[in-house]
């Protein structure tokens, strides 16, 4: 079974994660395909527009942890890094349907879509804190900026989880709408955004992504080498291996280590 399913109609490209088993989460081999895909997309003119969604009842849960463990990223090229720069790069209306879990790059992949339409059961969150690792994706830049520095912290350093409803209060979904019609409403935009011209849309979406792409790039440089050092301490291999194991890590052993 293919963990990325993609589908073209239209000018519409569907890419569907496809680990429902999992809470469609992440390995390495995920983010290359799924980094592909999309720059794939970027020149092929067929495709106007791009809808991406999860199968199941989760967008995405982040990180598979025990694929990340066994292949932990480097802080240059990674797969990571590779989706990350095809995000900011990608120059077509992108647009995400999510319900359920959209945890840690299930919530800082996002980032990077035009509209997001989260059914009112998605549960988001950037747990990176509670796993001794930092925020990725161009979150550290892209969550300040559109919501303060104040709700950052809150979100960031305290991990904590936060509903649809408190989403949209921040500008970080496009709309809720029920479970039933989340992707629905996803789809008619995407189709509304298809028969616009082309040229034009992907002209204003440079216009306006221009003043803060590059800002963006330096951010998720900067997390991927803070992240690679941190993944790799006594502190997230604890965190970690606590999550797999289903206890609560002890971070007060490694404070000798």
């Not at 109609?9 to 290359?32: D, F, H, I, Q, W």
């Not at 003119?45 to 066994?70: C, P, Q, T, Y």
Request: charged fraction near 25%; include cysteine; proline fraction near 5%.
């Amino acid at each position: 079974m293919d963990d990325i399913v993609t589908e073209l109609s239209e000018g519409v490209l569907r890419v569907e994660l496809n680990r429902p088993e999992k809470r469609n989460a992440m390995t390495s081999s995920m983010y290359t395909k799924l980094a592909d895909v999309f720059n794939d997309a970027a020149g092929d003119e067929r495709i106007r527009v791009v809808l991406w969604h999860g199968a199941g009842d989760a967008f995405s849960a982040g990180n598979d942890v025990k694929d990340f463990l066994e292949n932990p990223p480097g802080p240059g090229e990674s797969p990571q890094a590779r989706l990350m720069n095809a995000l900011v790069d990608f120059d077509k209306p992108l647009i995400a349907a999510v319900r359920g879990a959209a945890i840690g790059g299930g919530t800082t992949m996002l980032l990077h879509c035009d509209f997001v339409y989260a059914g009112e059961s998605t549960k988001f969150q950037m747990p990176f804190i509670n796993l001794a690792v930092v925020p990725e994706f161009g979150s550290s830049c892209l969550v300040p900026l559109t919501i303060g520095h104040i709700r950052a912290a809150e979100l960031i350093l305290l991990g904590l989880p936060f509903d649809a409803r408190r989403a949209a209060e921040f500008g970080l979904v496009t709309q809720v709408v029920s479970d039933q019609n989340f992707l629905q409403l996803a789809t008619e935009t995407a189709r509304n955004l298809a028969a616009k011209p082309a040229g034009a849309l992907q002209a204003s979406k440079r216009l306006l992504k221009r003043s803060f792409r590059e800002q963006i790039k330096a951010a998720m440089k900067a997390e991927n080498e803070a992240f690679s050092v941190q993944v790799r301490s006594e502190e997230a291999k604890e965190a970690l291996t606590a999550f797999l194991e289903k206890r609560p890590p002890d971070f007060a052993k490694t404070r000798n280590q």
